[in-house]
């Protein structure tokens, strides 16, 4: 898979968050400790970036992606009990809205955290991706 050993890695500084600090913070906290355990693994990031959406070549409007990795990955975090479908499908819209071939859905909410990895299957990357949508189980 494309962007593995990097998905690994923020995946990784995840989890020493989240083993650090637990789970029953707000989520700007966990956004907080994350780009210190980002600028430890020396990856590039910017937090909070605010990018365009288009619909037929109309700018919109703009959202916030919570973090956008080695401008590669977005990143979106949530500290809620469980990810549904509704995180899941937020998280696609993104990856679709802002043309990227992959994303990470991030859960610091639960005992355990729970990550995603979240594929735009209209990018060139992922033509071999399967098409049915991925649900969470």
Request: aromatic residues 10%; charged residues 25%.
């Amino acid at each position: 898979m494309k962007y593995e050993e990097l998905t690994h890695k923020i995946i990784g500084c995840a989890m020493k968050v989240h083993s650090s600090l637990g789970n029953g913070f707000q989520e700007v906290i966990y956004q907080r400790a994350l780009a210190l355990e980002f600028e430890k693994q020396e990856l590039s990031y910017m937090r909070e970036m605010e990018m365009p959406i288009y619909y037929d070549d109309t700018n919109i409007g703009t959202r916030r992606v919570d973090f956008f990795v080695e401008d590669l990955i977005m990143v979106e975090l949530k500290a809620v009990i469980k990810l549904d479908d509704m995180h899941l499908n937020q998280a696609m819209n993104y990856c679709q809205a802002y043309n990227l071939p992959i994303g990470l859905l991030i859960n610091f909410g639960s005992n355990s955290l729970e990550f995603k990895r979240v594929y735009n299957v209209n990018h060139p990357l992922n033509k071999d991706y399967k098409k049915n949508k991925p649900k969470l189980v």
